[in-house]
């Protein structure tokens, strides 16, 4: 299994940037996708996941209103949207596949990881 994250990069606070996460060597319709990120000496934070009984998306209240998951599973990616980007947004963001639709807040929940990709946030 490969989950390929990109779409990382330099961008001023209040812009946007989409990363992208495509997955190979899994049924990917049937894997809740998420979203995480991580800074240096922090546990790695939830931020979005995309569940695939249901299709319900679900945020944390840190990215609720300014960032988006979505799947496409024609192509075996995930996609998340991040819009009105502050300083303490920057961060490694990771995305990862759960074979779960019930549990998916917490990195223990998910089998496989991208290997992150980096967002910087300027003020």
């Known amino acids: 299994v490969q989950l390929q994250a990109s779409g990382g990069g330099l961008v001023q606070a209040g812009g946007s940037l989409r990363l992208s996460c495509a997955a190979s060597?899994?049924?990917?319709?049937?894997?809740?996708m998420g979203w995480f990120r991580q800074t240096p000496g922090k546990e790695r934070e939830f931020l979005a996941a995309?569940?695939?009984?249901?299709?319900?998306?679900y945020y944390a209240d840190s990215v609720k209103g300014r960032f988006t998951i979505s799947r496409d599973n024609a192509k075996n990616t995930v996609y998340l949207q991040m819009n009105s980007l502050k300083p303490e947004d920057t961060a490694v963001y990771y995305c990862?596949?759960?074979?779960?639709?019930?549990?998916?807040?917490?990195?223990?929940?998910?089998?496989?990881w991208g290997q992150g990709t980096l967002v910087t946030v300027s003020s």
């Open positions: 990862a596949a759960n074979p779960t639709y019930s549990q998916f807040s917490v990195p223990d929940d998910y089998d496989y």
């Open positions: 995309s569940t695939y009984r249901s299709g319900r998306t």
């Open positions: 060597g899994l049924t990917f319709r049937i894997y809740t």
